[in-house]
């Protein structure tokens, strides 16, 4: 087929506007229209594709996890939980991050919040079961607002609380188990730093409360223990360190308790 000339292409578009070639003119916008609306639909569609790639699995996470995805980390995303189910709302960080009208809520659950449509910082919890049936209905539209728009993430689950008898069970000898460890009572999953942590590490920690042997900076599994009894200002600050490393690294999934 011969392209038309500059010249062609502006005495036919000429005579389109002049009402001639009615038909090819109708024609025209009708094809132009489908594959605008076509082009369209394909655009959308992989945006919410691409917000669904990006976004990270947080998979199964006790409420002091969600609450540090509050929008104050900078390489952190922003969380919210609807009854349990996490959803990614970073793409709304205006109305969620720090300063925005929604800030509250960040790394909160919020559905009592949501089915009263209350800001009160205490109405962020699940329990909904006094709610009258307009504000279930109310926390229901939210919910499939919310869900369609931002992707879910995971799920809060119940703190485990352990005692330092059931923390041995998490040493990394039994690979169904996570790996687990304790700091000042806090046990955290080191299950991703297994090579440091783990029965061949450096710091054979896994299934111990450690306090004392991060303060020293000992690798004795001997030194494992919450006594921090006649340690000095340096060894207290090399703890401090290790917790926020901890705190930043590794989720957090419950307590130790008293056997
Ligand atoms: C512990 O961490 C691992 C690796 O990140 C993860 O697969 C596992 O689900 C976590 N387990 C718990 C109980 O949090």
Redesign the pocket.
């Known amino acids: 087929m011969q392209v038309p000339s500059w010249d062609e292409l502006q005495n036919l578009l000429i005579d389109c506007l002049n009402g001639k070639h009615l038909w090819a003119t109708a024609l025209a916008v009708f094809i132009g229209t489908f594959l605008f609306m076509a082009l369209k639909s394909w655009w959308d569609a992989s945006q919410t594709i691409d917000l669904q790639a990006s976004a990270i699995q947080v ?3 006790i409420p002091t996890e969600l609450a540090k995805y509050d929008g104050h980390d900078p390489f952190r995303a922003i969380l919210v939980s609807l009854r349990g189910t996490i959803l990614d709302v970073s793409a709304g960080k205006e109305m969620y991050g720090p300063g925005g009208s929604y800030a509250h809520f960040a790394g909160k659950e919020v559905a009592r919040a949501l089915g009263k449509m209350t800001m009160d910082p205490k109405d962020c919890t699940d329990k909904v079961d006094d709610l009258t049936p307009e504000q279930l209905k109310t926390l229901e539209d939210w919910e499939t607002k919310l869900k369609a728009k931002y992707p879910v993430v995971g799920k809060v689950v119940p703190p ?1 609380r352990l005692t330092l008898q059931q923390l041995r069970e998490y040493g990394g000898q039994d690979k169904s188990k ?1 790996i687990l460890l304790a700091i000042r009572g806090v046990i955290f ?1 080191v ?2 730093g297994a090579e440091f942590y783990g029965p061949d590490g450096i710091y054979p920690f896994a299934g111990h409360e450690c306090a004392r042997a991060f303060a020293l900076i000992s690798t004795d599994v001997a030194d494992c223990n919450d006594n921090l009894e006649g340690l000095g200002a340096m060894e207290l600050d090399n703890l401090r360190d290790w917790e926020a490393k901890f705190n930043f690294k590794y ?1 957090i ?1 419950g307590s130790l308790v008293k056997e």
Do not use: T, W
């Open positions: 998979g199964d996470i485990k996570p999953n299950s991703r989720p999934v």
